[in-house]
């Protein structure tokens, strides 16, 4: 079960490489790409020659490192917009240690506000398709795609038994 965390691990090193020399406009569509078609496409290219192509291992044995590869890219795919994200629990926290003096609610509400904190948030979920905004009248609503996600959401949250807002 070496093969796919190293291929994990390789495919991580790509994707940082990428970054620092140039970050994607839809970040999410792009490590799709590169952490799940990419070794998609490079295990058919290259199965013939793979353990599995010759048969040295079990099908089985294939299956398991297809679905710890599989689980490894999906978590990370779906924990990096939270990782890349200010997460604004962790803001609030941030910015109150550096005070010198506590602080009143409003004053953190209009901090967030001055820093263009939601509004940040605003523009991600708008250059991923997940939201579009009507520039003439400000409203925002969801895509298509912003729809898919926010009902696999409440689906999950189901199944794993978390009641509406809470959680």
Not at 59 to 87: E, F, M, N, R
Request: one cysteine or more; proline letters at 4%.
């Amino acid at each position: 079960m070496l093969v796919p965390v190293a291929l994990f691990i390789a495919i991580g090193f790509v994707h940082l490489t990428l970054w620092r020399w140039r970050k994607p406009q839809q970040e999410i569509q792009a490590l799709f790409a590169l952490f799940v078609l990419v070794p998609v496409l490079l295990g058919f290219a290259l199965g013939l020659a793979t353990d599995c192509g010759r048969g040295a291992l079990t099908p089985i044995d294939c299956a398991l490192a297809l679905l710890l590869y599989s689980a490894l890219a999906a978590a990370y795919v779906q924990t990096y917009p939270a990782l890349q994200a200010c997460s604004p629990s962790l803001y609030i926290a941030y910015w109150l240690g550096s005070q010198n003096t506590p602080v009143r609610e409003t004053e953190i509400v209009g901090h967030f506000v001055e820093q263009g904190i939601l509004q940040h948030r605003l523009e991600d979920l708008r250059r991923e398709g997940f939201i579009r905004i009507d520039e003439s009248t400000g409203a925002v609503a969801l895509s298509t795609k912003g729809r898919f996600l926010a009902r696999l959401f409440v689906v999950y949250r189901r199944l794993i038994g978390l009641e509406e807002g809470k959680g």
